[in-house]
């Protein structure tokens, strides 16, 4: 199978030889080892039969007549990889990419990506100079019938809106849960994947409490898990006799949401839980009355009890580390980045989304005095054990993970939780720069291994190694 890199160019009918639809060189047919003038031309689902013709200019141009352009839903002057496969006399320009997300009613033909804008703009400069079709979507736009997606792709600086074929890959950065579990795009998405081969990859979000039973089988992991098991008031009392402080999370929770603090003494027990200007607290002297106001808060939820944990602080301000792992151009587990996540002052969850700051790993355990701390590359170990773990354990699709360890005051670490939709917002990045982060390199250095695409040196070497 030949691969190599061309550029489109779209002509009328006129401009081509009697019967022909699409013109390459001599040099790259037989680059390619195309041998056959009638052709089957590919373009994520898009499948056309086309007579070609050669010419003798050694060039990377590939001439398309509009028609077939139309029929392969290509534009003009874009840049792919293209693979021909002899045994299916098939020409294969791509991977086509979607990305899936959500948008609110009243955005749903405008592409409004707010915090998420400079992501969806590096996503597609990197695909551009990986060879790669990127095209971002809603799951409105998803036509099974017709076998088109009507997303947002960029042409001359501006997110134009314009049909796709059926992509090779969708990586789903779908931010809510009702979404993401409504029964008729679960329905579609199983069609695409069965019926269609399309790779959807970070497929769902992650169940508290199953990934708590599926690690507890693990005889390493297990052994950095927080004491934790599904909420009622009797499993409560029962914890509360070992452990001083309990943590109270919603098995279904994300963004640090929902999350509520027990801390209790012999004399009284402290109640608390986040708001939007800090923690919400309230004392009481028995039991009773906290699974009182715990049952109105709570209410149907599934939540789980957690052992809560003596973590180390930065300036008196709660503390974890977010470890960025995502799969590579071998398709293997690796970090890309790891932050200290730093809680607001008067909160007692580090999320970003609760108001955190972030810091370089390293540096919050330059901090850290303690003869037993790990190292940064411990962390990293630790981390990437999970992820493989987690893969072994699993049958989802998921390439990349955010793990979050905790370090208590004595140097042990331990396994908070891991995200499958870890943030791709701007405050999520140490160090913002003009450039492609490491991280949606790495997101299209994996595409490239998941469609069999082999990466050009050039771009291979512009992978940068710093964190996020």
Sequence with gaps: MGQARIQIQVMPENQFPIGSEIVISSHLAKRLGIGSQTINIQHGSANVSAMLSLSANP???????????????????????????????????????????????????????????????????????????????????????????RG??????????????????????????????????????????????????????????????????????SEILPETKPYDWRTLLDMAKSHPILYLKP???????????LIHTPIQIRYQSETAQGNQTFYAHSWKKVIQRLNRRIGKQSYLIQQGLLLIKHLGRPIDFRILC??????????????????????????????????????????????????????????????????????????????????????????IEINSKPSKTDDSVVQITSGIRPSVRKLTSYICFLTGIKQTRSFAQKRRKKGD
């Design 251 to 261: 098995v279904n929770g994300s963004l640090g949401q929902g999350i509520i603090r």
């Design 59 to 149: 060039s990377s141009l590939v001439r398309i007549c509009s028609s077939l352009a139309t029929a392969l839903k290509l534009t003009d002057a874009i840049q792919l990889n293209v693979q021909y496969h002899p045994q299916q006399l098939t020409l294969s320009f791509g991977p086509l990419v979607g990305i899936m997300i959500n948008l609110e009613n009243n955005q749903q033909h405008k592409p409004v990506f707010g915090e998420m804008a400079r992501f969806f703009d590096e996503c597609f400069k990197a695909a551009q100079q990986a060879g790669i079709r990127l095209f971002i979507f809603t799951p409105e736009q998803l036509s099974m019938e017709r076998k088109t997606i």
């Design 326 to 415: 995502q799969k590579n151009h071998q398709g293997k587990w690796s970090v890309t980045s790891a932050v200290g996540r730093i809680g607001k002052t008067e909160h007692f969850v580090s999320n970003l989304a609760r108001g955190g700051m972030i810091l370089a790993a390293s540096n919050v355990l330059d901090n850290f005095i303690h003869s037993s701390k790990p190292t940064i590359q411990q962390l990293h170990e630790i981390a990437l054990n999970i992820a493989n773990r987690f893969d072994q354990l699993t049958s989802g699709h998921f390439a990349e993970l955010g793990i979050d360890l905790g370090l208590d005051r004595k140097g042990k670490v331990w396994l």
């Design 152 to 221: 947002w792709s960029k042409f001359r600086g501006r997110w134009i809106e314009t049909n796709h074929p059926l992509p090779h890959v969708i990586y789903n950065r779908i931010t809510s849960r009702r979404i993401e579990e409504d029964s008729s795009l679960q329905k579609q998405l199983d069609q695409l994947r069965k019926k269609h081969q399309v790779q959807i990859f970070n497929e769902q979000f992650l169940n508290k409490w199953e990934v708590h039973q599926l690690f507890s089988q693990d005889s390493y992991i």
